[in-house]
């Protein structure tokens, strides 16, 4: 692996963007499928090779900076809510004030070749250095490296933003920067997720989310090195994902059946890290859980206008369903029955009750915070959250400088929850990039028996060098 393990990081000048045009101030509340976010930031970023050399455009770095900070602007009138900040309201709940105070934009250099940043330890490369937020709902960090190629960083609240809605953003702020109309507006329209009159709730949601209880009297933390959280970034091929739904699905008797890829790849997962743990350690239950994106299952097909305004609708529409098995079972029983397992726990949010029911629900608790319960009970054995990328634009942020050579979320969020991202691989050939953010034994026994499945993303992968 050719990469240099150290590398600084100078910032030359830091400047707040804000949106083109004057906008009047005004409060956003948010949804209530917004609420039980806790308040993390998620970075995404960028990385392109010298475009004099790559594509052969005569750009420079200034000129590049240009465009990216005037696109912005312009952006950010359609997409105001990341110019704004969060604020808490009378009842103690966040909220946006819109006030166009902008988005702090970071011009940075950085000693080293794009070929040489070590992207499989993103902890080493990516943290502090490429990817930072200190003020406001969004933050952009653009560094110029030794090459001439650059890495665009973004930061954003959680809160503010499902993926879904920063892929929109994205995308928006590309074609912005390439004088090309939006192909999709953003909407805020927060009726589309008002809770109902009467509210109702199936019991299912008790078992999912939970009121956050109020923290017991702090106590010394004792150091144990097997809570250590560390992140990795790994590229599995389409033919190993392949692979792996063929193995979910034996026995399956009919089409209708099949397990997907992403249900196929996390019962994998699952099953891998159940293999590896210890006789000796304490806990005898496993938890996991996949992140699925409710606009689809809330889309009518007999409404047009909200169909529209739910794809473009920009916020958090996410419900994490999970399952919990005891360790021993998922060592034992097959992959295609793991994967059964994960269908059925999906199975619960696939419907626009679930999610009309977790609106209501939110409702009937409020002003009390609450909390995904897979985040929720630490004490009760490890716990995995997959989120499926697939949605993930890399090929589409193209500024006017070719597509990224290379992409990824950045989640380092201090929970110890597991959280794992799978997105499709800038070649756009099947593969798929996964960031892991993981405690330290598990990315060592994943390694250590699925190094055949999970790859370290390398300069030579990615067809640097």
Same mark, same amino acid.
């Given at each position: 692996?050719?990469?240099?393990?150290?590398?600084?990081?100078?910032?030359?000048?830091?400047?707040?963007?804000?949106?083109?045009?004057?906008? /009047?101030?005004? !409060?956003? #509340? *948010?949804?209530?499928?917004?609420?039980?976010?806790?308040?993390?930031?998620?970075?995404?970023?960028?990385?392109?090779?010298?475009?004099?050399?790559?594509?052969?455009?005569?750009?420079?770095?200034?000129?590049?900076?240009?465009?990216?900070?005037?696109?912005?602007?312009?952006?950010? +009138?359609?997409?105001?809510?990341?110019?704004?900040?969060?604020?808490?309201?009378?009842?103690?709940?966040?909220?946006?004030?819109?006030?166009?105070?902008?988005?702090?934009?970071?011009?940075?250099?950085?000693?080293?070749?794009?070929?040489?940043?070590?992207?499989?330890?993103?902890?080493?490369?990516?943290?502090?250095?490429?990817?930072?937020?200190? $003020?406001?709902?969004?933050?952009?960090?653009?560094? /110029?490296?030794?090459?001439?190629?650059?890495?665009?960083?973004?930061?954003?609240?959680?809160?503010?933003?499902?993926?879904?809605?920063?892929?929109?953003?994205?995308?928006? !702020?590309?074609?912005?920067? /390439?004088? %090309?109309?939006?192909?999709?507006?953003?909407?805020?329209?927060?009726?589309? *997720?008002?809770?109902?009159? #009467?509210?109702?709730?199936?019991?299912?949601?008790?078992?999912?989310?939970?009121?956050?209880?109020?923290?017991?009297?702090?106590?010394?933390?004792?150091?144990?090195?097997?809570?250590?959280?560390?992140?990795?970034i790994y590229y599995v091929t389409g033919e190993k994902i392949g692979h792996l739904q063929s193995l979910a699905n034996h026995d399956q008797k009919s089409t209708k059946?099949?397990?997907? %890829?992403?249900?196929?790849?996390?019962?994998?997962?699952?099953?891998?890290?159940?293999?590896?743990?210890?006789?000796?350690?304490?806990?005898?239950?496993?938890?996991?859980?996949?992140?699925?994106?409710?606009?689809?299952?809330?889309?009518?097909?007999?409404?047009?206008?909200?169909?529209?305004?739910?794809?473009?609708?920009?916020?958090?529409?996410?419900?994490?369903?999970?399952?919990? %098995?005891?360790?021993?079972?998922?060592?034992?029983?097959? *992959?295609?029955? +793991?994967?059964?397992?994960?269908?059925?726990?999906?199975?619960?949010?696939?419907?626009?009750? $679930?999610?009309?029911?977790?609106?209501?629900?939110?409702?009937?608790?409020?002003?009390?915070?609450?909390?995904?319960?897979?985040?929720a009970t630490e004490g009760d054995g490890p716990a995995v959250v997959v989120s499926s990328g697939q949605q993930f634009p890399a090929r589409k942020i193209n500024f006017?400088?070719g597509e990224p050579a290379f992409g990824s979320y950045h989640f380092p969020w201090a929970g110890k929850s597991g959280y794992v991202m799978p997105m499709p691989s800038?070649?756009?050939?099947?593969?798929?990039?996964?960031?892991? $953010?993981?405690?330290?034994? /598990?990315?060592?026994?994943?390694?250590?028996?699925?190094?055949?499945?999970?790859?370290?993303?390398?300069?030579?992968?990615?067809?640097?060098?």
């Amino acid at each position: 692996m050719n990469s240099k393990r150290n590398f600084n990081v100078k910032v030359n000048k830091t400047e707040v963007v804000a949106a083109v045009l004057p906008m /009047q101030k005004y !409060w956003l #509340p *948010l949804s209530n499928l917004d609420l039980f976010l806790p308040p993390v930031d998620v970075g995404v970023l960028f990385c392109y090779l010298n475009p004099i050399i790559s594509e052969k455009i005569n750009l420079e770095y200034g000129s590049m900076v240009k465009i990216l900070k005037d696109s912005l602007a312009e952006t950010l +009138v359609s997409y105001y809510a990341f110019s704004g900040e969060i604020v808490e309201n009378l009842a103690g709940e966040p909220e946006v004030l819109c006030n166009n105070s902008g988005v702090y934009f970071t011009e940075a250099f950085a000693d080293v070749e794009l070929k040489e940043i070590n992207f499989y330890n993103p902890d080493e490369s990516i943290e502090g250095k490429l990817c930072k937020k200190k $003020h406001g709902v969004l933050a952009v960090q653009v560094t /110029q490296l030794k090459c001439g190629g650059i890495v665009v960083g973004c930061t954003f609240d959680h809160r503010v933003a499902d993926a879904y809605s920063a892929n929109l953003f994205l995308v928006s !702020w590309s074609e912005l920067a /390439q004088s %090309k109309p939006l192909s999709q507006l953003p909407s805020f329209r927060r009726s589309s *997720l008002f809770p109902r009159r #009467p509210g109702y709730y199936d019991s299912s949601i008790n078992d999912l989310y939970v009121p956050i209880p109020t923290p017991p009297p702090t106590k010394p933390e004792t150091v144990n090195p097997n809570d250590q959280v560390i992140s990795r970034i790994y590229y599995v091929t389409g033919e190993k994902i392949g692979h792996l739904q063929s193995l979910a699905n034996h026995d399956q008797k009919s089409t209708k059946s099949q397990r997907s %890829k992403i249900e196929s790849f996390s019962a994998f997962l699952w099953k891998t890290i159940a293999c590896g743990v210890k006789e000796t350690l304490s806990f005898k239950n496993f938890r996991f859980g996949i992140v699925v994106d409710g606009r689809t299952r809330l889309m009518s097909n007999r409404d047009n206008n909200q169909d529209k305004l739910l794809k473009g609708y920009f916020g958090n529409v996410l419900s994490i369903p999970f399952g919990g %098995k005891k360790i021993e079972e998922l060592k034992e029983k097959p *992959l295609n029955w +793991v994967t059964n397992v994960v269908h059925e726990f999906l199975d619960i949010a696939k419907t626009p009750e $679930h999610f009309l029911g977790l609106i209501d629900w939110v409702e009937a608790h409020r002003p009390e915070p609450v909390v995904a319960k897979i985040y929720a009970t630490e004490g009760d054995g490890p716990a995995v959250v997959v989120s499926s990328g697939q949605q993930f634009p890399a090929r589409k942020i193209n500024f006017g400088w070719g597509e990224p050579a290379f992409g990824s979320y950045h989640f380092p969020w201090a929970g110890k929850s597991g959280y794992v991202m799978p997105m499709p691989s800038p070649k756009g050939n099947g593969d798929w990039i996964v960031y892991m $953010h993981l405690l330290k034994w /598990q990315i060592e026994l994943i390694e250590a028996s699925a190094a055949h499945v999970f790859k370290p993303v390398t300069a030579n992968y990615l067809n640097l060098i």
